[in-house]
């Protein structure tokens, strides 16, 4: 019996609701798709809750459930220590990891919690990294303002507050401890975050800075905090050779978390801008080496935040043509979001997302006849089901289920 490989295209936040600019259909149905069209005809479709019916989740959790860690909460370390990864940083077990936003402050308050979109941060690594009361601070930069900061030593929690009141013109707010064990690493981080302001301060990349008349990165915002633990990798869980393709950090470090193989890719930004046909050119080669390909797309999710439908569409669109670079692939291609983010309420909802699974031989097939929430949801003989079923309906699918005995 052939045991086949998959990929499975995670297009972030594609689910949507009937927008009025496509006169009550949404993005995904107002776009034109004829190759996803063609695989939703030719293959197997349904609708998907990520966590279950109705239940908003952020990325990181529905990632969770969909690459088959169920119930998330026993696996997902918290945003901190999956952005330290998506940096390629190495963490160790115990570790407790936040993200971090290098921001702007003024007189005490936040003026821009992004330090006016700063290129780099990299410049400030090795004046930010100390030890201060038997704590270890290491502060790795990521993209523009983002960076991740790892706290290391003995006895460390992570049940910790944020200082990020996630929005300008506030006061940064202080790290609060929820429980007795982080009393001692609330008090030392906080002493940190002081420390760190006045070297930012003074620092010559600030002075520069402000010599151009750009805002200087003088202060550190935390949120997220978690502790990194080791868990089962996915290729020992699932027998599957794994790799990952994303641009965003977050997606890198679930890849890393999980034990996949990170592809590097130049081009993959993880923003509107991304180089999608050098994502997809990536991940068609990588279904010969790997048994399982993961590829993250982010750009649908940020034109849900912003509610701008038309843009959702276009780049909806422009996946679908990059996408074709696959049509000769014998893997199993199964399409689908991690959650709807819908441009009427520019946030992510509780919205089922469609789901597709594509594959040559002998698959059962359906009659949907376009790939879209409406035609998924009436037409797909999967009908509803949930995160934690789309990597046993992909073993199944390839041949590699497990009989229950
Ligand atoms: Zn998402
Ligand atoms: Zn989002």
Not at 103 to 127: H, L, M, P, Q, Y
Not at 252 to 258: I, M
Request: charged letters at 30%.
């Amino acid at each position: 019996m052939l045991m086949k490989r998959a990929i499975l295209i995670i297009l972030d936040g594609l689910g949507d609701r009937p927008c009025k600019e496509f006169f009550g259909e949404t993005p995904l149905e107002a776009a034109s798709t004829p190759f996803m069209n063609y695989l939703a005809r030719e293959g197997l479709c349904g609708m998907m809750s990520p966590l279950s019916l109705g239940w908003t989740p952020e990325s990181g959790p529905a990632h969770f459930e969909i690459l088959g860690y169920h119930p998330y909460y026993n696996f997902y370390p918290g945003r901190g220590p999956l952005e330290a990864l998506g940096t390629g940083e190495k963490i160790k077990e115990g570790d407790v990891v936040f993200r971090v936003n290098f921001a702007t402050i003024s007189k005490g308050v936040i003026i821009d919690r992004r330090a006016g979109r700063i290129k780099d941060v990299r410049c400030f690594e090795k004046d930010l990294r100390m030890e201060m009361d038997g704590i270890e601070f290491i502060l790795k930069a990521g993209t523009e303002h983002r960076a991740a900061l790892i706290l290391r030593g003995e006895n460390l929690s992570s049940q910790l507050t944020d200082s990020d009141p996630r929005k300008p013109n506030r006061k940064p707010k202080k790290v609060r401890s929820l429980s007795p064990e982080a009393k001692r690493t609330a008090k030392v981080l906080n002493k940190y975050i002081e420390r760190v302001h006045k070297i930012l301060e003074n620092h010559r990349a600030n002075r520069e800075r402000k010599r151009k008349h750009l805002l200087p990165a003088n202060f550190i915002l935390l949120r997220g905090a978690g502790t990194y633990k080791k868990v089962e990798e996915f290729e020992r869980r699932y027998g599957l050779k794994a790799c990952c393709i994303a641009g965003t950090g977050l997606y890198k470090g679930v890849g890393r978390f999980l034990g996949m193989k990170i592809l590097k890719v130049r081009g993959a930004t993880g923003g509107k801008n991304t180089d999608l046909h050098a994502k997809f050119k990536t991940a068609s080669k990588a279904t010969k080496r790997f048994d399982f390909v993961f590829l993250h797309i982010k750009g649908t999710d940020l034109y849900g935040h912003d509610g701008d439908a038309v843009g959702k569409m276009n780049f909806i669109q422009n996946i679908d043509n990059a996408m074709r670079i696959l049509s000769k692939t014998k893997a199993l291609m199964v399409i689908t979001g991690d959650h709807s983010t819908p441009c009427s309420i520019k946030d992510h909802s509780g919205d089922d997302v469609p789901i597709l699974f594509y594959g040559t031989g002998d698959m059962r097939r359906d009659d949907t006849l376009a790939f879209g929430e409406k035609y998924c949801e009436t037409f797909g003989a999967l009908e509803r089901i949930e995160g934690k079923d789309v990597i046993p309906e992909i073993l199944n699918l390839t041949n590699r289920g497990k009989i229950i005995e």
